[in-house]
């Protein structure tokens, strides 16, 4: 048995470099021994913001100040934490700053506020101050807010109240989280294995239909037996949305939800009319499937397994690097000279060593490197997780690069942009570079998956979610049985007649945490779109609109910034391009699989 490396065994070339935030752990303490002074220097603002245009404007920069020092410290804490999770002294480090930040953020809570608290007249003047100009677009989002923000004795009501009126979600995550235990099973060699949230995608891609079912079953019964509990607790959270927007006068809870990113509902509603345009896609997708596989009809435990087992294609990491840096140069010599800047300036973390944290992430702060986790496994997978977190990890870069701190972080509706376009790009690469088509095929198998839970399963869930707002706010109540049969019919017409659905799959709304995070899901399938339009007009040669929506940060709307790139979420257009791509790949997929 390989034996698993400690954190001082691991090869430094293949770490990430630190000390380009803090030489050494006293160097933290030092600049975390400064926070008390800089948030002094913040507060000693407040109740003083009407004063005058400078004042304001020396305010926010007291803001600023203080926020890029406690980011810096965070960052580095958190990150020599997942280095080895169980040192405990970085791991007291982070909780020190942890506990800090939470403690800040509530002293730091009336700023907002009190700004929006003032006198109108007054409030326009400073907007329109030259003084101001530098923060305007901050004090414009603010403008939005005006309308939706309560009286003092109101605000500090609702602030009051929101750890109760989240009890519903938190009651589902500590249900789902840590009381839910779902029956063993018998996996593929004859033992038996207890379904975990964790084992149950593997259990699902097993090439044994005989493990897939049960551990569906085992998984789903379960949920069901819940059916009226788990109702109740989404029927809450809902109605507590619904309430939540009424009182800030806004026209619905979806509209709430899209206002932080300026977004209108018609850009939620024209992702659902163009998937329905193209839904026979995925009904030939999972003919092709069903036929593949020798079934008749496909269940819903059908839908994971690779049609293409993984294949034998091992990687070095040198090699890696190698494929990664070939599939984006299309991007050019400033994006290449970047890519380079990473691999030369150990921004990434690749070797396994015991005690560090699973996963894959890029993470920095302002004027640092965009570090990136992630353990290298020598396959194809590995070489297009390193593009993904290389995506991120580029667009903040040239995002902090452009743009000052006040507008260097970008929105979460472009945040998986970049590294799915590097996906995409790395995809292309391995495609025109296969050595055969099993090689091809199973490519295509992966990317085919990807856009279906992407553009397809999420979607789907947007769809959902609109329709038990639209019930709620008519006072219909949302009743396991109506939720089941929303989701049913839902699930049914997505999947097409080449699926006969297990029917409790109906109970499937039930296991889904996302929905206690209302109207998020869209920006999966909208962040896939866009990422095909932009690969394209790169490997078309056009590359300045991307690199300049890689620069832009925070500094427009996310609609404005996607448009000056080229994609117009106002229209259908960049939905159904994606889900012509998702048909494009299709048919190259059924192509190869016909000749075998």
Not at 133 to 138: D, N, Q
Not at 442 to 457: F, G, I, V
Not at 569 to 574: D, H, L, N, R
């Amino acid at each position: 048995m390989e034996k698993i490396k400690t954190r001082a065994e691991v090869n430094p070339q293949l770490s990430w470099d630190l000390t380009k935030l803090y030489k050494t752990a006293e160097d933290w303490e030092k600049e975390f021994a400064s926070l008390e002074s800089l948030l002094a220097k913040f507060l000693a603002y407040k109740g003083r913001l009407a004063e005058s245009a400078q004042t304001l404007f020396d305010a926010y920069k007291a803001s600023d100040d203080f926020e890029i020092v406690l980011d810096r410290l965070y960052t580095y804490a958190h990150l020599k934490s997942d280095e080895d999770t169980a040192d405990s002294v970085n791991k007291s480090r982070l909780d020190r700053i942890s506990e800090k930040a939470a403690v800040f953020s509530s002293q730091c809570a009336w700023f907002s506020p009190e700004l929006l608290a003032m006198d109108e007249a007054k409030f326009e003047s400073c907007r329109h101050d030259p003084v101001l100009a530098f923060y305007k677009r901050s004090l414009d989002n603010e403008a939005r807010y005006r309308p939706h923000v309560l009286s003092a004795p109101e605000e500090k009501i609702l602030a009051r109240s929101g750890n109760v009126l989240n009890t519903a979600s938190s009651v589902f995550s500590a249900f789902n989280d840590a009381d839910l235990r779902f029956p063993a099973i018998k996996n593929s060699d004859g033992k038996k294995v207890e379904v975990t949230h964790g084992n149950y995608i593997t259990l699902m891609q097993s090439p044994d239909r005989k493990v897939r079912k049960s551990a569906f079953k085992s998984l789903y019964k379960v949920y069901h037996s819940f059916r009226n509990t788990l109702a109740s607790t989404l029927y809450a959270n809902t109605k507590k949305n619904i309430l939540s927007a009424e009182l800030r006068n806004m026209e619905g809870a979806r509209n709430a939800s899209l206002f932080s990113d300026n977004i209108p509902l018609s850009v939620y509603d024209s992702l659902i009319d163009a998937v329905h345009d193209k839904i026979h896609y995925l009904h030939k997708y999972m003919s092709v499937r069903s036929r593949e596989l020798g079934l008749k009809k496909l269940d819903m435990y059908d839908l994971y397994n690779p049609l293409i087992p993984e294949c034998d294609f091992s990687v070095s990491w040198q090699e890696a690097v190698k494929y990664v840096k070939e599939a984006l140069a299309p991007l050019g010599k400033e994006y290449g000279k970047i890519a380079e800047k990473a691999f030369a300036e150990q921004w990434m973390d690749v070797e396994e060593n015991r005690g560090k944290r699973s996963g894959a992430y890029s993470s920095g702060c302002y004027g640092s490197m965009p570090y990136i986790l992630m353990t290298f496994k020598g396959n194809l997978t590995s070489v297009s997780t390193l593009a993904h977190e290389l995506g991120h990890s580029i667009h903040s870069y040239l995002s902090h690069a452009n743009q000052p701190y006040h507008y260097a972080y970008y929105r979460i509706f472009v945040a998986e942009v970049a590294s799915t376009t590097n996906e995409i790009l790395l995809h292309e690469y391995l495609m025109k570079n296969a050595p055969s088509d099993t090689v091809r095929a199973y490519l295509l198998n992966q990317l085919l998956d990807e856009a279906r839970a992407t553009l397809y399963r999420q979607t789907m869930f947007a769809e959902f979610e609109r329709a038990i707002y639209d019930d709620a706010a008519k006072g219909i109540p949302l009743t396991a049985d109506r939720l089941e049969k929303i989701y049913f019919d839902l699930n049914n017409f997505y999947h097409g007649s080449a699926v006969k659905a297990d029917p409790l799959i109906a109970s499937e709304w039930s296991r889904i945490p996302h929905f206690y995070r209302s109207f998020y899901v869209y920006k999966y399938a909208t962040g896939f779109s866009a990422a095909v339009a932009l690969s394209r007009n790169i490997l078309a040669g056009n590359t300045e609109p991307y690199l300049s929506f890689l620069k832009a940060g925070g500094s427009k709307d996310v609609l404005d910034i996607m448009k000056d790139a080229g994609v117009d979420f106002t229209t259908k257009e960049p939905v159904i391009s994606a889900l012509e791509y998702f048909n494009d790949r299709l048919e190259a997929f059924d192509n190869i699989l016909k000749k075998k």
